[in-house]
């Protein structure tokens, strides 16, 4: 019977997004797999490499996954030399230029984000740190902020399903004391914090237990 091949299939999609992203955000350099400044590699590159060169994928099963990613990990796109390529959005722990679009007081509103639900997603067990020295990018290149609630039906990506802590950041004036923050492609909104990978404490608003809605922190 045939009954089992759609799982097998959804197990490959998976295990290749995995891949994916493991490749894209994190393994690239450290293979020393080419990729151009927005992390992409070529199609051709990418099919080469032995997680990808195996029975049920090729390119038009990548571009299934890609389209079907709920959270818009991924972006395939033509480079200036007619290369076909795939990166990821963000989450990388290389240094790499996004696809994605400075945010400013004069343009937030025409990007259709409300400076008061943007918000990044933590653990109780961050707390401490995060009180004593504000939101860190850790191994990452940027912090990573979602436009609202992950229960909102307008949020993509931004932040883990599993997280514990809601945290609420006054955008404007970080901005103002010269922070940069960008929206990328799939709506996740990114800073790199300081020069030490910190958004200080001064820039959050409020923190709320997300479970409970009860809040646990704010700014006075």
């Known amino acids: 019977m045939s009954t089992s091949t759609p799982k097998k299939t959804k197990i490959l999609e998976l295990n290749t997004s995995r891949a994916l992203s493991k490749l894209l955000r994190h393994s690239a350099p450290k293979r020393k797999i080419p990729?151009?400044?927005?992390?992409?590699?070529?199609?051709?590159?990418l099919l080469s490499l032995p997680e990808f060169n195996s029975p049920g994928i090729n390119w038009?099963?990548?571009?299934k996954i890609v389209s079907n990613c709920?959270?818009?990990?991924?972006?395939?796109?033509?480079?200036?030399?007619?290369?076909?390529?795939?990166?990821?959005?963000?989450?990388?722990?290389?240094?790499?230029?996004?696809?994605?679009?400075?945010?400013?007081?004069?343009?937030i509103d025409e990007l259709e984000i409300n400076?008061?639900?943007?918000?990044?997603?933590?653990?109780n067990k961050s707390l401490a740190p995060i009180l004593k020295d504000g939101l860190s990018r850790m191994s990452r290149t940027h912090i990573h902020f979602g436009i609202n609630v992950p229960e909102s039906e307008e949020v993509i990506s931004g932040m883990?399903?599993?997280?514990?802590?809601?945290?609420?950041?006054?955008?404007?004036?970080?901005?103002?004391?010269g922070y940069e923050f960008i929206l990328t492609d799939n709506r996740v909104i990114l800073t790199e914090g300081n020069k030490s990978g910190y958004l200080p404490i001064k820039y959050i608003t409020t923190i709320l237990d997300r479970k409970s809605g009860n809040q646990i922190y704010l700014h006075k």
């Open 60 to 63: 038009e099963f990548i571009e």
């Open 115 to 123: 400076k008061d639900t943007i918000v990044h997603g933590s653990y």
């Open 160 to 177: 883990r399903k599993s997280c514990e802590l809601i945290i609420f950041i006054d955008i404007l004036l970080a901005i103002k004391d």
């Open 70 to 107: 709920s959270k818009k990990r991924f972006k395939i796109y033509t480079d200036l030399e007619g290369i076909l390529r795939i990166c990821a959005n963000q989450g990388h722990s290389f240094e790499i230029e996004p696809f994605a679009t400075k945010i400013t007081p004069s343009n």
């Open 35 to 45: 990729f151009d400044k927005h992390g992409g590699v070529a199609q051709t590159t």
